[in-house]
């Protein structure tokens, strides 16, 4: 595809399919670029490194979508009970609700759980019956998934349908009644589980929240909700796709594969660079410009709705040699996580997962391998995701 047959809506099957040519070619034509919505909404995409942080950490670009000044205003695909989170304030709001949950997200408290993932993660692998595998319902979706809803206090019993819910939201080929359903499903269980807490409370992330709520007053009932919801939908499935991208970047690599089974290369690096080679989120949270903005030379008018590429700063030539190349030895920051105050506040959990999952994994299985059709991986069909379906192994 030349960067003159792009299609009206850049957010189709070609950006799913092959997303960082397509970025490729924007950053070097276009780096500012106008297109729409897949529901046919304007939309600015910002696709260089230097702009995409900038506007990461832009107090003039707000979440709040009361903001976009659109003939037609902001249609949010989300019912208004799981709508009042994170993702959609500013400051003080973002301030006061990102204090209470940053609370279970500190180094500390992260590191309190490093023995229970270990834990976890070896249940998993000794349960992993060779010698073909799908890695990713043997180990990248259950050990995040598990991670996750111990914390907040989620029953095992229940997360297989969560992970239904969420993987329909997040696919691009599900239907509107589709997403509708999983939604209402999803905002009754999370209701019924959190008056369960209430009369029934215990040691968990969901359970202080709702103390919060109710003794302080310091959440009204929908950010509880909504917070509930955030935390489950994100906090999962990012961890998911990042063992997955992970484990392939490994197995491209046998050299580099090797080399972390004999921990001659940092793992911390190893993740760091999976984060950069394929952003488990490669788009930014959607932002309304509150004035008009000028980004990389080009004026953004007040109200319209900005997204940034993360996956296409974290390949940009000009911050990384050679961007497609799975290389642990690079020194410039990615993206990932984000910037600025909406970072992500659960990239230690994150991280702290595929550090214990990937070594765990490769030195068990030491003569792991793809096994993959020829037509490549079984990529997950979203453009606001980019992480496997599936990853077929042989061990």
């Not at 990248?140 to 297989?160: H, N, S, T």
């Not at 197995?251 to 080399?259: G, N, R, Y």
């Not at 999952?357 to 068990?364: D, N, S, T, W």
Request: net charge negative; glycine share 6%; with cysteine.
């Amino acid at each position: 595809m030349t960067f003159a047959s792009l299609p009206a809506t850049l957010f189709g099957d070609d950006l799913v399919a092959d997303p960082h040519s397509i970025y490729a070619q924007l950053r070097d034509a276009d780096p500012v670029h106008r297109t729409v919505t897949p529901d046919g909404a304007p939309v600015w995409v910002v696709t260089r490194y230097e702009d995409v942080r900038a506007v990461l950490a832009d107090p003039r670009l707000s979440l709040n979508k009361s903001n976009a000044q659109t003939p037609d205003g902001y249609q949010s695909s989300m019912p208004p009970e799981l709508d009042a989170h994170l993702l959609n304030m500013d400051p003080p709001d973002h301030t006061r609700l990102r204090r209470l949950v940053a609370k279970a997200f500190t180094p500390r408290r992260v590191e309190a759980l490093r023995d229970r993932v270990q834990t976890m993660t070896g249940g998993l692998l000794a349960t992993m019956a060779g010698p073909r595998v799908d890695l990713m319902q043997a180990l990248a979706v259950p050990l995040p998934m598990g991670v996750i809803c111990e914390l907040l206090g989620v029953p095992e019993e229940d997360r297989r349908d969560f992970r239904s819910w969420t993987d329909t939201l997040l696919s691009a080929a599900a239907t509107t009644t589709d997403s509708r359903a999983a939604m209402r499903q999803m905002h009754k269980y999370l209701t019924d589980i959190i008056q369960d807490k209430r009369s029934r409370p215990a040691d968990d992330l969901l359970s202080a929240l709702i103390h919060a709520r109710d003794d302080r007053d310091s959440l009204t009932e929908p950010e509880l909700l909504s917070l509930a919801f955030l935390l489950l939908f994100a906090g999962y499935n990012n961890a998911t796709y990042l063992i997955g991208n992970t484990a392939l970047g490994l197995m491209l690599d046998p050299k580099l594969l090797k080399a972390v089974q004999d921990d001659t290369v940092p793992i911390r690096a190893v993740i760091e660079e999976s984060l950069r080679w394929n952003s488990p989120s490669p788009l930014g949270v959607r932002r309304f410009a509150l004035e008009d903005v000028a980004i990389g030379g080009t004026v953004i008018p007040a109200g319209s709705r900005v997204w940034v590429s993360i996956a296409s700063a974290n390949r940009d030539e000009t911050k990384f040699p050679s961007p497609e190349t799975f290389d642990p030895h690079r020194t410039t920051a990615h993206l990932a996580f984000g910037h600025g105050i909406h970072y992500c506040l659960g990239a230690p959990l994150a991280r702290m997962e595929a550090e214990i999952a990937i070594p765990a994994l490769v030195r068990r299985f030491p003569t792991l391998r793809l096994d993959i059709p020829e037509n490549g991986p079984d990529w997950l069909h979203s453009f606001r995701k980019r992480g496997l379906k599936t990853l077929p192994v042989t061990c």
